[in-house]
């Protein structure tokens, strides 16, 4: 069946990198495209962008300048890297797959950003 | 970007009442709505895709309608576990998600 399950630092310091990955199941990543999206605590949702079946990439234009989406179709895994962090990137990062709707969802990971 | 507006942020209903929650589009988005239940410490569950597709496994309760900039999704006899914050998104160009509506019992 269809899995996504996120990974990555819990906490990251003001200024540095965020890196998380997505390891995925049940699904090709060449024939399918996978998205990230995320939640400030108590908060609404904002899509930061995603890489297609392609391997095309495309950003909320807000996030674009500081946002990085990759993937290793080997491994079954799709990369987020987003520099330059601050304490409003504080969120639950959720990856996602993207088949016409956002079908399917991970359990998310919460990462906050503090010294 | 396209906005989406939710209403109401908040609604207290009873068992069995017949709820509608709506979402309103900054510019016609051609039917590419769709709408998530997110419980609390859970992550969102497609409900209904396009506008009024329920997606596999949805109660048939749960029910979509729209078109143009304005799209409604309805409950037709609320239940207790239907407790929960619902989120619209719109596709028809990048994705952006509604602010929510929070739904509880009454």
């Not at chain 1, 090709?28 to 995603?50: F, I």
């Not at chain 1, 990439?57 to 300048?65: E, G, I, Q, V």
């Not at chain 2, 309805?74 to 576990?81: A, D, G």
Request: glycine share 10%; aromatic share 10%; net charge neutral.
């Amino acid at each position: 069946q269809v899995q996504l399950k996120e990974s990555g630092p819990g906490l990251v310091q003001p200024s540095q990198t965020l890196s998380l990955t997505c390891t995925v199941s049940g699904f090709s990543l060449t024939s399918n495209s996978v998205h990230w999206v995320r939640q400030p605590p108590g908060k609404g949702l904002e899509w930061m962008g995603g890489i297609w079946g392609d391997g095309s990439t495309d950003y909320n234009s807000a996030l674009k300048s500081r946002l990085s989406i990759s993937r290793d179709t080997s491994k079954s895994q799709v990369f987020l890297k987003m520099n330059s962090l601050q304490t409003d990137d504080t969120a639950i990062y959720f990856c996602t797959r993207l088949l016409g709707a956002i079908d399917y969802w991970g359990q998310g990971v919460m990462v906050t950003v503090s010294s | 970007d396209i906005q989406m507006t939710q209403s109401p942020s908040f609604l207290s209903a009873s068992v069995g009442e017949r709820v509608t929650l709506s979402c309103k589009a900054s510019q016609n988005i051609n039917k590419y709505l769709d709408w998530y239940q997110q419980k609390l410490g859970e992550a969102p569950k497609l409900l209904i895709y396009n506008t009024n597709n329920l997606h596999t496994g949805i109660p048939s309760r749960f029910s979509g309608s729209g078109s143009g900039t304005d799209y409604t999704l309805t409950i037709s006899s609320l239940q207790p576990e239907d407790v929960a914050t619902y989120f619209c998104l719109q596709r028809n160009s990048w994705p952006t998600f509604g602010a929510g509506t929070k739904l509880e019992l009454k």
